[in-house]
């Protein structure tokens, strides 16, 4: 199964996650691309077939998940792409900070690792037909 508007895009620094997070996805019927640094994923984004969603680790090698974050934002092409944040970090953060950020950075939903494999389906089908502006879920 293809999200109607592309791959999927992990972007995880961790080899060992994004390499069972990809072979999770793809034993699913997603097809998926995998990043190892924000740098890589914007060379992705910038290439077609554009990611119907893109699964965002926040520390990364050479870019961070912020900056990807704040590149995608001024791009109005890469803008429309779902994001869901995978972090242990960001999803500790309490509601409303969330909720704030991901308003700020029109983020889809904050995922905290390690992700229940169901939880991870049910955020993905949610999102990744979405256009942006769809409302946040801040649930870890």
């Given at each position: 199964?293809?999200?109607?508007?592309?791959?999927?895009?992990?972007?995880?620094?961790?080899?060992?996650?994004?390499?069972?997070?990809?072979?999770?996805?793809?034993?699913?019927?997603?097809?998926?691309?995998?990043?190892?640094?924000?740098?890589?994923?914007?060379?992705?984004?910038?290439?077609?077939?554009?990611?119907?969603?893109?699964?965002?680790?926040?520390?990364l090698p050479v870019m961070d998940g912020h900056r990807v974050l704040t590149t995608r934002k001024a791009s109005s092409v890469l803008a429309e792409v779902p994001v869901v944040i995978l972090s242990a970090g960001m999803a500790a953060m309490n509601p409303r900070d969330r909720?704030?950020?991901?308003?700020?950075?029109?983020?889809?939903?904050?995922?905290?690792?390690?992700?229940?494999?169901?939880?991870?389906?049910?955020?993905?089908?949610?999102?990744?037909?979405?256009?942006?502006?769809?409302?946040?879920?801040?649930?870890?």
């Amino acid at each position: 199964m293809t999200a109607a508007n592309g791959p999927l895009l992990i972007v995880e620094d961790d080899a060992d996650i994004r390499e069972a997070l990809q072979g999770y996805l793809e034993l699913q019927g997603y097809t998926v691309r995998a990043a190892s640094n924000g740098k890589e994923a914007l060379e992705y984004m910038g290439t077609p077939p554009r990611p119907a969603l893109i699964l965002l680790d926040m520390a990364l090698p050479v870019m961070d998940g912020h900056r990807v974050l704040t590149t995608r934002k001024a791009s109005s092409v890469l803008a429309e792409v779902p994001v869901v944040i995978l972090s242990a970090g960001m999803a500790a953060m309490n509601p409303r900070d969330r909720a704030v950020y991901a308003s700020s950075y029109d983020v889809a939903a904050f995922l905290k690792k390690p992700v229940e494999p169901r939880r991870l389906l049910e955020v993905i089908e949610r999102h990744a037909l979405k256009s942006s502006g769809a409302q946040a879920d801040t649930s870890p």
